[in-house]
């Protein structure tokens, strides 16, 4: 069992920089690849960004390409999402996910564990 929790979200000017984390509890955090997914009002939820089990490989989507960087610390059960130039449609529930399966995927439905979600707004 992985339980995550997610926290740094909230609200900032478009053009700023939002930093969130998600802490996961259990030994086996560093055997998870690790994902964050996004869900806007009435909007179906989509992948963002996802690092493989040790950090050596990682995948954006392109709406968030070269704006949001994807990191992980295994010595502190942790993994990030560093959001720089953000804009208005950036806004969201973001959430991360766990997959045991080690290397970033987009497909949410290979996630094994969810966080509750932080709300991150961009106001423009």
Known sequence: QVQLVESG????QAGGSLRLSCAASGRTFSRYAMGWFRQAPGKDR???????WRGANTDYSESVNGRFTISRDNSKNTVYLQM?????????????????????RRNQDAYDYW???TQVTVSS
């Open 9 to 12: 979200g909230g609200l900032v």
């Open 115 to 117: 966080g509750q979600g």
């Open 84 to 104: 720089n130039s953000l804009r208005p449609e950036d806004t969201a529930v973001y959430y991360c996910a766990a997959d045991w399966r080690l290397n970033p």
């Open 46 to 52: 989509e992948f963002v960004a996802a690092i493989s």
